[in-house]
Structure formats: structure tokens, C-alpha cells
């Protein structure tokens, strides 16, 4: 039976605090989780060529670093729209005394902006001249 006021004792209060510092944790874990075995697929796809006396394809050995450009864009527009929703959310309710938090997404994600747009600029000049 649900209790309106269970977060009100201490275990509901450690519970949450738990889950919440914990989910970081989690996110790191599976996301290195999931690069190492990229890694070991990567290492035993050049191992099963070895062995069949084949050529490890030049790709296979070196890492290619992700080109940052767009990424700055579709980071920087994210977190922009993401900004104007906590805003506008927080100002639709009754009390919006946290208004406030939706400034640092909003700003982060001009500081993205700004910096595609710097980034894309340089690259353009460096074309025609």
C-alpha cells in the first residue's frame, strides 16, 4: 500500500540519495563497458587475420578520432532548446523559484554555438584563401 509520506523517513531519504549518485556510476560503467569490448572485438578480428596469413587492414590499427564540428552544433542546439524548456516550464508553474537552473544549459549550449561557429568559420576562410 502506498504511504504518501515515505520519503519522509531516513531509508526513503538514503534510498534516493543512493540511486541518484549512483546512476552516474552506472552510465560510466556501461559506456567503458562497451568501448573495451569494441576494443576486443577489434583486436581478435586482427588476431583471426593473423592467423590466416591475411594483411591487417591499415584502418584496424589506428584510432579515428570523431570530427568535432557537427558534434559542437547538435551538442550546442540541444542543450540551447533544452534551456528555453526548463525555462519555459519552470515559468508555467505556480511557484518558479528554480527558474534560475535553466540558464546554465541555455548558456552552455550558446557556448557550444559559439564555438561551431568559430570553428566553421576558420575553416571556411582557410578554403578561399
Not at 526513503?12 to 576486443?40: C, D, K, Q
Not at 515559468?91 to 544549459?105: K, N, R
Request: with cysteine; hydrophobic share 50%; charged share 15%.
Amino acid at each position: 500500500m502506498y504511504h504518501p509520506h515515505a520519503l519522509d523517513s531516513g531509508l526513503g531519504i538514503v534510498l534516493v540519495l543512493i540511486v541518484m549518485f549512483s546512476m552516474p556510476l552506472a552510465v560510466v560503467f556501461v559506456v567503458l563497458r562497451h568501448r573495451r569490448r569494441l576494443v576486443e572485438l577489434k583486436i581478435k578480428t586482427m588476431l583471426d587475420l593473423a592467423q590466416r596469413g591475411a594483411s591487417v587492414p591499415y584502418e584496424l590499427l589506428i584510432e579515428t578520432p570523431h570530427p568535432s564540428g557537427h558534434s559542437d552544433l547538435r551538442i550546442g542546439m540541444v542543450l540551447t532548446c533544452l534551456g528555453l524548456g526548463a525555462l519555459v516550464f519552470a515559468f508555467t508553474l505556480p511557484q518558479h523559484e528554480a527558474w534560475g537552473l535553466g540558464f546554465l544549459p541555455l548558456f552552455t549550449g550558446f557556448g557550444y554555438l559559439i564555438t561551431w561557429k568559430l570553428n566553421s568559420g576558420g575553416k571556411a576562410r582557410a578554403s578561399n584563401g
